[in-house]
């Protein structure tokens, strides 16, 4: 079992920055990709970036240039840096993980607000 605890939510005014980050605790013997996801009122549950354990990184086209998403494999913590927010980024943050030797392979984390208003 995986447990992901995210941290780092908040309001900003629009312009402004967050950072996320999320760390994984538990009997487990390695993580694979991690990443971030979002869910707005009313909408799906979309993919804002991804990084695998070697380093690869995808990004939602809505964020390139804006979100930054790093890890560190040693504290197993995934974080995600925001600039240039937007009223849109307005969403429940959600924090993956991919495990090997999870069932199911999926982890989530419980998820932190960002609201993005002025």
């Known amino acids: 079992q995986v447990q992901l605890v995210e941290s780092g939510g908040g309001l900003v005014q629009p312009g402004g920055s967050l950072s996320l980050s999320c760390a994984a605790s538990?009997?487990?013997?390695?993580?694979?990709?991690m990443g971030w996801y979002r869910q707005a009122p009313g909408k799906q549950r979309e993919s804002v970036a991804t990084?695998?354990?070697?380093?690869?990184?995808n990004y939602a086209d809505s964020v390139k240039g804006r979100f930054t998403i790093s890890r560190d494999n040693a504290k197993r913590t995934v974080y995600l840096q925001m600039i240039s927010l937007k009223p849109e980024d307005t969403a429940v943050y959600y924090c993956?993980?991919?495990?090997?030797?999870?069932?199911?392979?999926?982890?989530w984390g419980q998820g932190t607000q960002v609201s993005v208003s002025g």
């Open positions: 538990g009997s487990i013997f390695s993580i694979g990709t």
């Open positions: 993956y993980a991919w495990s090997p030797s999870t069932r199911p392979n999926d982890n």
């Open positions: 990084i695998t354990g070697g380093g690869f990184t």
